[in-house]
């Protein structure tokens, strides 16, 4: 059973900064990407960065600049820092470990940024 779980959402001031973590746990092959994707009231959910095991990173373009997504493959661990906030990047943030036959999500951490 893969176990993902999201820590360091919380509320903040637009312009401050928050770093969230996706720690990885169980049984799990054959890693493609991990990657961390939101979802606004409303909204579907969105892409916001991912990294291949090969060292490809995606950005949206909505992020590109502020955010940096980085892993530390011995603890099994994705970050997502994101600086610059901006009231719009209000979400709920999920964590995703694609292995090409399973997609596993962590439970979601809500990241709140004020005007």
């Known amino acids: 059973q893969v176990r993902l779980v999201e820590s360091g959402g919380g509320l903040v001031q637009a312009g401050g900064s928050l770093r969230l973590s996706c720690a990885v746990s169980?049984?799990?092959?054959?890693?493609?990407?991990m990657g961390w994707y939101r979802q606004a009231p409303g909204k579907q959910r969105e892409l916001v960065a991912l990294?291949?095991?090969?060292?490809?990173?995606i950005y949206s373009d909505s992020v590109k600049g502020r955010f940096t997504i980085s892993r530390d493959n011995a603890k099994m661990t994705v970050y997502l820092q994101m600086n610059s906030l901006k009231p719009e990047d209000t979400a709920v943030y999920y964590c995703?470990?694609?292995?090409?036959?399973?997609?596993?999500w962590g439970q979601g951490t809500q990241v709140t940024v004020s005007s």
């Open positions: 995703n470990v694609n292995s090409g036959s399973t997609s596993d």
């Open positions: 169980g049984r799990i092959f054959n890693i493609n990407t």
């Open positions: 990294i291949r095991t090969a060292g490809n990173i």
